[in-house]
């Protein structure tokens, strides 16, 4: 007999107890009444457990058919928990997922790394579902799909949370990748086209502005790149350009833009931010790199040799839009190519007569360091309040043999293209040390000698120790200088920035932020690192007489070093009333041809004996 019927016979005992007492006469006894009352909810509940038994076997039947489903389906469907790891899956969808987690390896753009279910989860819990196209940054694969994710909080299957149901569409995107490509790049070389390059020309002249405002264009036309029939080599055109292209590609530094501008010209994009002043400097510069690397390339042609022509245009001087650039950028290619040989020109001809100066001038500059042709001048910085001499800034003049005395901003611009300024600094350094020595023996120093640091020279690895070893050789100590340092020096990270100004700081050092005003030197720059004082820039103090607003900002500037407690250093004063209202605004520490130019070290102690002489001399 089954578990029922044996529950069902248990509970009619009592009844059968209770109807006989009753026709006895007798009262029921409670006890019976009891029993007959628990086996009825014993019969309840066992119907009650009989129903959820057979609940729990339709649900796993469910189930099991959706796992059968999903195993038998071709399409792309995965079950999810709340978090996004992977309950079910087709058999297509788990053999390319690999159990990774389909949530954290979904991206909008894989290759900006941008990642997608951060933006999906707030529309899933507000709107339960959402649709779009995103990348699977899979193992083994990177697949674009169309996906539908919906949220569920269904009782029958608890633990699931999500279900993804995704259409393959990797095919279409990189069909319509290949379309744009064919649009936009060369097909064979893959370079950027001149529809391309002329929309990045574009963007290039939006983005100047009055800290970067130039961007320029190299073009280079090749005089046979192009033959009807392959060459003796064995080269056809297609090989020519290709090996053109690659050749130009691995010349080019990342940062400028390399395209195909037509069948037998390439053209290089000079962005903004390495246009820096003058600009003729470096599009030089990268010219003759370029025609460097052509005549190293293996380009053999049938009727003559092989060269190149670079025209190069800039804005805003050459054309006011990219195709007005591009079109002087033309003309100035064919103008270099009527020389017959690998040559440049700029599309400006006082340009072009610069380019040729640079030459020269480079030359004689690498001659010159040979020679020791450079010698370091010294100028005063006076205290207003004492009426006396504090300190010197050392600057460099090069003695050419065939132009004379040459100031500094005649050839330091050079010098930082070429990586001589490395080589001039420390020549700068040695020598102040040298007459440091000097001035401690015959008890002539005054104050410290303040050095004007590169950017390339503070990022040489060895700066620090090579300052530390000169020291040494020369039996100085650090405290005798000041380090002006360039502000472009403080756009670098902070964390290494500031472990470098500490080695030099302990080392003893007197740092210094040159410039200081006319850049992008920050509040938090001056609070963290161990600067002990700052220098005004001179763009402020030129016309502070005459504009209100240079007046303006540059006492705030002062006021603002007091505050932090640093001193405060004006250069470049040329008349009284520069000076007045500098000592005015709070600024002690003075420098310029009012007082003093630059004079050799041979003059310092007849200039010392007359330093009472000099402020007075200036102010009447």
């Given amino acids: 007999m089954p578990l029922s019927g044996w529950l069902c016979f248990v509970a009619l005992l009592p009844a059968f107890s209770v109807r006989a007492a009753i026709a006895d006469g007798l009262p029921a006894p409670p006890v019976t009444l009891l029993l007959t009352f628990m086996a009825g909810f014993a019969v309840a509940g066992t119907a009650g457990w009989w129903r959820l038994q057979q609940q729990r076997a339709r649900q796993k039947s469910q189930q099991k058919f959706l796992r059968q489903l999903l195993t038998d389906t071709s399409a792309l469907v995965a079950v999810l928990d709340q978090d996004c790891q992977l309950l079910v899956a087709s058999n297509v969808l788990e053999k390319i997922a690999q159990r990774q987690n389909l949530c954290h390896c979904m991206y909008f753009d894989p290759v900006a ?26 193992k083994n694969d990177l697949l674009a799909v169309n996906l539908t994710i919906t949220q569920s909080n269904n009782s029958a299957w608890p633990a699931a949370r999500y279900l993804l149901v995704a259409q393959d569409i990797t095919e279409r995107k990189r069909a319509d990748q290949q379309q744009l490509n064919n649009l936009t790049r060369d097909p064979l070389t893959s370079l950027p086209n001149r529809i391309m390059l002329e929309e990045q020309l574009a963007a290039y002249i939006a983005c100047c502005t009055t800290l970067y405002p130039a961007t ?6 090749f005089n046979q790149l192009l033959s009807a029939e392959p060459t003796a080599a064995g080269q056809s055109s297609a090989r020519q350009i290709a090996e053109a292209a690659e050749g130009l590609r691995h010349a080019i530094a990342p940062q400028f833009t390399v395209g195909r501008y037509s069948s037998d010209s390439f ?28 005549s190293q390339f293996n380009i053999i042609s049938s009727t003559s040799q092989v060269y190149a022509s670079i025209g190069i245009s800039r804005f805003p001087e050459d054309g006011a839009d ?25 599309a400006d001809s006082k340009l072009q007569q610069h380019a040729t100066e640079y030459l020269t001038l480079q030359a004689e500059l690498s001659k010159s360091l040979n020679h020791e042709d450079f010698i370091v001048y010294y100028q005063p910085q006076l205290s207003i309040s004492s009426n006396r001499v504090v300190g010197y800034e050392a600057l460099l003049r090069w003695h050419n043999p065939k132009r004379g005395i040459m100031q500094p901003q005649s050839f330091l611009a050079l010098a930082e293209q070429n990586g001589m300024i490395v080589t001039l600094d420390r020549l700068v350094f040695r020598q102040s040390c040298q007459q440091i020595n000097h001035w401690l023996q015959t008890n002539q120093l005054r104050g410290r000698i303040g050095l ?21 050789e020369y039996k100085v100590a650090a405290d005798h200088f000041t380090l002006e340092l360039d502000e472009r020096i403080f756009q670098q990270p902070v964390a290494g920035l500031q472990s470098r100004l500490n080695a030099l700081s302990d080392a003893g050092f007197h740092l210094l932020m040159d410039n200081f005003g006319d850049g992008v030197s920050s509040l938090t720059s001056l609070r963290q690192l ?22 303006n900002i540059t006492a705030s500037l002062i006021r603002l070093a007091g505050y932090l407690q640093l001193e405060v250093t004006a250069s470049g004063i040329d008349n009284e009333m520069q000076a007045y209202l500098l000592h005015v605004m709070g600024c002690d520490k003075l420098q310029g041809n009012l007082f003093s130019k630059a004079v050799p070290a041979s003059e310092i102690p007849a200039l010392l004996a007359k330093e009472n002489k000099l402020i007075k001399k200036a102010a009447s």
């Avoid at 790394?113 to 899979?138: F, H, M, N």
């Avoid at 290089?268 to 052509?294: G, K, M, R, S, Y």
Wanted: with cysteine; charged share 15%.
């Fill in 530 to 551: 161990p600067l002990h004082g700052v220098k005004i820039a001179r763009s402020l103090i030129n016309q502070m007489e005459q504009k209100e607003q240079q007046r």
């Fill in 216 to 221: 320029a264009l190299l073009l280079v036309k």
């Fill in 267 to 294: 053209a290089i994009l000079v962005p903004p931010h390495l246009c820096t002043a003058p600009v003729e400097l470096p599009l030089n510069q990268l010219a003759h790199q370029i025609l460097l690397q052509i």
């Fill in 113 to 138: 790394k941008q990642k997608a279910w951060q933006d999906i989860q707030p529309v899933l819990d507000q709107q339960r579902s959402w649709q779009g196209e995103v990348w699977w940054q899979l």
């Fill in 452 to 472: 004007n640091i590169s950017v390339q020279h503070f990022q040489q690895t060895n700066f620090v120790d090579y300052l530390s070893n000169c020291l040494s």
């Fill in 322 to 346: 990219a195709t007005a650039i591009m079109h002087s950028a033309e003309r100035a290619a064919q103008q270099a190519a009527r020389s017959g040989t690998s040559q440049f020109c700029f």
